[in-house]
Nanobody
């Protein structure tokens, strides 16, 4: 079982920045992928950024050049640095971890943190 706890959300003006944190209860080196998703009212949950243990990071087109995902294995934490925020970035942001076990992969989700971009 992997527990994920997000923090860092809040209210920010357009053009501002926020850094989200996701602390894992296990060594994140054991997790294949750590990612950030978001969901706004009336919309499906969408992938924002993914950081595999091996390979390149992936970003949604809508956040490329503005958001950066990073992993700190010493702190078992993944971050999402969000710059140049826009009102359309308003959503609940969720952290997800994928843990391999034999031939299976298990997904774990955090409880979410609200990000509101508004003047």
């Amino acid at each position: 079982q992997v527990q994920l706890v997000e923090s860092g959300g809040g209210l920010v003006q357009p053009g501002g920045s926020l850094r989200l944190s996701c602390a894992a209860s296990t060594n994140i080196f054991l997790l294949d992928v750590m990612a950030w998703y978001r969901q706004s009212p009336g919309n499906q949950r969408e992938l924002v950024a993914a950081h595999p243990r091996v390979g390149s990071r992936h970003y949604a087109d809508s956040v490329k050049g503005r958001f950066t995902i990073s992993r700190d294995t010493a702190k078992n934490t993944v971050y999402l640095q969000m710059n140049s925020l826009k009102p359309e970035d308003t959503a609940v942001y969720y952290c997800k971890a994928e843990r391999p076990s034999g031939t299976a992969t298990y997904d774990y989700w955090g409880q979410g943190t609200q990000v509101t971009v508004s003047s």
